[in-house]
């Protein structure tokens, strides 16, 4: 199996078990509902460039977010918290699922997932470029 495949059956399962835990400790639907697009917002820095906004957004879709702030909150016993949690880590998952993945620098369809869905086909896998290193 590819890896792209792999990352997007990991959304899937991601995307899924977020739910069902969100819906399993009685999440209100108008919440789910109103912060699912909320991760979104990360690309309001491509207002301000590519390099920044890959980075705002690349901040708010990757897990480590999601499973500290449930992680901590189910320290703390707040479930608002984590049902917040919840709803960031299914919206990522969701977003694995449907291929949109981190973004290079480079441009907004350079992903990890190589590139975004609107720009390729079921057939064609265009691959972002490589990470930059330090020398």
């Known amino acids: ?12 399962a991601v995307f899924g078990l977020a739910t069902a835990a969100y819906l399993w400790l009685d999440g ?10 909320a ?3 990360g690309m309001l820095g491509y207002l301000a460039g590519q390099r920044l906004g890959s980075r705002t957004y690349n901040a ?4 480590v977010g999601p499973g500290l702030l449930v992680g901590l909150a189910t320290w703390h016993a707040f479930t608002p918290g984590v049902l917040v ?9 969701a977003d694995r699922a449907l291929a949109y993945g981190l973004k290079y620098p480079t441009a907004f369809n350079h992903t990890h ?10 057939r064609e896998v265009t691959p972002g470029p ?3 290193t330090a020398d």
């Open 39 to 41: 991760p979104d917002l």
């Open 28 to 37: 209100p639907l108008w919440l789910y509902l109103l912060l699912a697009l």
């Open 113 to 122: 997932l190589g590139g975004s869905p609107a720009a390729r086909s079921d």
């Open 60 to 63: 708010v879709h990757t897990y």
């Open 130 to 132: 490589e990470p930059e």
């Open 1 to 12: 199996m590819q890896p792209r495949t792999l990352l997007r059956a990991e959304g899937v």
């Open 85 to 93: 949690g919840l709803v960031w880590a299914a919206h990522i998952g």
